[in-house]
């Protein structure tokens, strides 16, 4: 199996397109920078700022460790964790690279390679070009009816399903603006999906052991795709087999790729499992509210392109007249519309990549059934003509969805305020700590500067994230109590040795909710001071 010629212009016009992306995704970044008032400093994070604490965090534990443990919550934990891509871009920043520049290296680098491997994955079901630049645009830059949404909020004074309008994971510009390790992970499905297609049709062993191996890097960055590998690989072989009869190869192929890259499923299972920290963290997923939506508003979500795949879907059947490369496409895409409602807490993120799969059904059913149906009804119209409407109509369709959260990353970005502005105290402060304690000592602040407190400090937060600091709700609760004025000096000191707490940090968002006169209390000692940010010790 190889792809109908990919020309040199047409990977120069990829590039082309993927530099424009880029660029349009840095601006959010740009004014961020540019922007940024006297007192305060850009904490180089457009969007996602807890999540991205997180990575950055593992980053700084993996230059020191190769299993880390989890300081985004106070309480003790094993050294048990492992992520294959946090880990490697901790070696660069090992060598001295600031971990911004080596966040934006992977938005790059993910970009380029995700971006190209559409393109050629394009071509293995379309001959003309137009065809596959249609399909590759649409990955590039659709989006969901999200705009909809928006203007039905500028109608009624109000946004249904906000949470609708920014899911990332099957818009490939938002991974692109502030999530590139979900196209990371996207490109080495599609990887993985094309060295299938490769074993099935050249029938050689070589390209599943080939495939096994991808499989086993994207297990130990998301083990939780690996489902998703199975799953299709698994539907994918039996129709195989039901179409081709039974050979050795629909029991080598698959078992190859399983028992190569199984691995990670069972580390991950093992650790969530053995250790209740990380079961407890990892159970509260959940508490983003991002579960899969309702199939109704998964057409809001995956827009005109999944309309149109569903209206045009000519399913599987007669197996024997459809090719391996249309009868895996359309395994994916029906595997997967049933893999994102699995009853787990991150199902979500089973729509990563899917965009790939309906925009090629979208395009397949527009080529070959929508235009060719609009033809006999205006016949004229030539041909290029109507092919030039219908796929502009399309585009109009799904690009004002990201043009709007673009647009609204700046203006978020305007107002200059915490998680992605600090103020210059407050960074001193969080230098102090990294200079002065330990990273076994506990820090407790609000979380919005909690969440900076592992990456930048490198100690471990009271409260810094919605999923990975255990209890995370109580844990709000006793924030909110320790900086209350009206909270008995007996249980804040219950708080502060119950959770192992060495360090209070008082700054502009603590002191938003409330002054207990910290300075006066005999068990807090100050021990770095400054307009806008003060760090207590706790002393006994």
């Not at 995700?114 to 079901?125: D, H, I, K, R």
């Not at 990955?139 to 009624?156: I, P």
């Not at 893999?339 to 089973?350: E, N, T």
Request: glycine content about 6%; charged content about 15%; aromatic content about 16%.
């Amino acid at each position: 199996m190889s792809p109908t010629r990919v020309t040199r212009r047409e990977i120069r016009n990829v590039l082309l397109i993927a530099a424009l992306v880029l660029v349009l995704t840095g601006l959010p970044y740009v004014y961020g920078y540019l922007s940024t008032p006297a007192g305060q400093q850009f904490m180089g994070i457009a969007w996602g700022t807890p999540d991205t604490n997180e990575y950055f965090a593992w980053m700084r534990a993996f230059t020191q460790s190769f299993l880390i443990n989890n300081t985004l919550t106070p309480e003790p934990n094993a050294a048990i964790f492992f992520n294959l891509l946090w880990w490697l871009l901790a070696q660069i920043v090992a060598l001295g690279v600031n971990p911004l520049v080596v966040f934006h290296g992977l938005r790059i680098l993910a970009t380029l390679l995700f971006l190209v491997t559409v393109y050629y994955f394009g071509a293995l079901f379309f001959e003309e070009v137009r065809w596959r630049m249609a399909a590759f645009v649409v990955v590039t830059l659709g989006a969901g009816l999200g705009w909809v949404l928006v203007a039905g909020k500028y109608l009624t004074g109000r946004l249904a399903h906000p949470l609708d309008l920014y899911v990332v994971e099957p818009n490939t510009l938002l991974s692109i603006l502030s999530f590139p390790h979900f196209l990371q992970a996207a490109w080495l499905i599609l990887v993985v999906f094309m060295l299938i297609l490769l074993a099935y049709e050249r029938q050689r062993w070589g390209y599943a052991l080939a495939a096994g191996l991808v499989a086993l890097l994207l297990g130990w960055t998301h083990a939780y795709d690996l489902l998703l590998i199975y799953a299709v690989l698994g539907v994918f072989t039996f129709l195989v087999w039901l179409r081709d009869g039974w050979s050795g190869r629909l029991l080598l192929y698959p078992l190859t790729i399983g028992l190569i890259s199984c691995a990670p499923a069972f580390y991950s299972v093992y650790i969530t499992s053995a250790f209740p920290v990380w079961r407890e963290v990892f159970a509260q997923f959940g508490n983003a509210g991002a579960w899969t939506p309702d199939p109704f508003r998964l057409l809001v979500v995956m827009g005109i392109p999944f309309i149109v795949a569903l209206l045009t879907f000519d399913g599987l059947v007669p197996l024997r007249e459809r090719s391996l490369r249309a009868l895996f496409l359309r395994v994916w895409f029906g595997v997967n519309l049933f893999i994102i409602y699995f009853p787990v807490s991150y199902q979500i993120h089973y729509l990563n990549g899917w965009q790939i799969a309906i925009a090629l059904l979208a395009t397949e059913g527009l080529a070959r059934r929508i235009i060719p149906w609009l033809g006999e009804r205006l016949p004229r119209l030539a041909p290029w003509t109507l092919h030039k409407w219908v796929v502009g109509l399309l585009l109009v369709a799904i690009v004002p969805t990201n043009v709007y959260l673009l647009a609204w990353r700046v203006v978020d970005l305007s107002r200059h305020q915490h998680p992605y502005y600090l103020y210059q105290d407050e960074i001193a402060a969080l230098q102090w700590l990294e200079n002065n304690t330990t990273p076994d000592d506990v820090v407790l602040s609000a979380i919005e500067v909690g969440q900076y407190i592992p990456s930048r400090a490198g100690n471990r937060a009271f409260l810094a994230h919605w999923a990975m600091t255990a209890d995370v709700y109580h844990k709000q609760e006793l924030v909110t109590a320790f900086f209350n004025p009206a909270t008995p000096d007996e249980e804040r000191q219950n708080i502060l040795r119950d959770y192992g707490v060495t360090y209070v940090f008082y700054g502009s968002v603590e002191r938003g909710l409330g002054d207990p006169a910290l300075a006066a209390r005999p068990y807090l000692e100050a021990v770095f001071a400054s307009p806008q940010a003060t760090l207590y010790k706790v002393v006994w």
